[in-house]
């Protein structure tokens, strides 16, 4: 349930870059905003019946959630007792990106200022392998049975310069 939508300082700015790109980013902001409209209209409904999440969710983020915004587009979210934090909006891999890049925070609410902050969470299970802690091994594998050793030369000769 949620009744309160809070909005990371770099969001209004991410969304203002998807509408003046037009095309598929500009109609991926629509379906974002029809979301958050959804959001603000139905108040106490749960996350997933508001959009479409993608279909692994999103591990690397805690109480994390990841909407398909469809032609690759996602719009990253926390969600935390009754409030929805929107923390980022953009391509499939400026989200992974970005998500990469937030691995291990903790997003909340500071009610002094009403900001969104965040915090970073060490625990026992930061020191696993790089192996151990990616959620995208799956994606990857299903990536790399489409390749084959043909693609894989060119690509590398081709970076390689030979």
């Known amino acids: 349930m949620i009744l309160s939508i809070h909005r990371n300082m770099k969001f209004d700015k991410q969304m203002e870059f998807l509408r003046n790109s037009g095309g598929t980013a500009a109609n991926a902001l629509k379906k974002a905003e029809e979301i958050i409209e ?11 019946e508001i959009g479409r999440l993608t279909k692994n969710g999103e591990l690397r983020l805690k109480h994390g959630r990841k909407y398909d915004l469809g032609s690759g587009y996602r ?3 926390v969600h935390r007792g009754y409030h929805l934090m929107l923390l980022y909006i953009g391509s499939h891999d400026e989200c992974s990106r970005w ?6 925070f903790d997003y909340s609410i500071n ?9 970073r969470e060490m625990s026992a299970g930061d020191q696993l392998s790089v192996k151990d802690n990616r959620p995208d091994d799956e994606y990857e594998k299903q990536l790399m049975k489409k390749i084959d050793d043909k693609t894989l030369r060119r690509i590398f000769s081709g970076i390689c310069g030979e």
């Open 38 to 48: 959804r959001i603000v209209s139905k108040g106490r409904t749960s996350p997933d």
């Open 99 to 104: 998500l990469d890049h937030n691995r291990g």
């Open 75 to 77: 719009l990253i979210c």
């Open 111 to 119: 009610y002094k200022n009403n900001e969104i902050t965040a915090t």
